[in-house]
Nanobody, 118 residues
Framework: QVQLVESGGGLVQAGGSLRLSCAAS????????MGWYRQAPGKQRELVAT???????NYADSVKGRVTISRDNAKNTVYLQMNSLKPEDTAVYYC????????????WGQGTQVTVSS
């Protein structure tokens, strides 16, 4: 398992940018997949972006072209750079980890609130 701590959320105007950080308690290269999820009020949690230990990334269609997932291996930290934010991006954003042999995201952070005002 791994402990994950998110930071970087806040209030931003539409069109603005935020960078979320997720600090892991272990070497992130030992984690098969790191992911960012979000959950808006009254909605189900949805996947935003993932990055494998090999560096391959994937994005939800709703954020493609506006969001970039990256990592700093030396800091065991994964980032989510979000640009051109929209009010519909408002949600609690969670960092998650999928560690072999698990096939699901079994470790979660506490979440960080992102609010985009119109």
């Amino acid at each position: 398992q791994v402990q994950l701590v998110e930071s970087g959320g806040g209030l931003v105007q539409a069109g603005g940018s935020l960078r979320l950080s997720c600090a892991a308690s272990r070497n992130i290269l030992s984690i098969n997949v790191m992911g960012w999820y979000r959950q808006a009020p009254g909605k189900q949690r949805e996947l935003v972006a993932t990055m494998t230990s090999g560096g391959f990334s994937n994005y939800a269609d709703s954020v493609k072209g506006r969001v970039t997932i990256s990592r700093d291996n030396a800091k065991n930290t994964v980032y989510l750079q979000m640009n051109s934010l929209k009010p519909e991006d408002t949600a609690v954003y969670y960092c998650a980890a999928k560690i072999w042999p698990s096939r699901t995201f079994g470790s979660w952070g506490q979440g960080t609130q992102v609010t985009v005002s119109s």
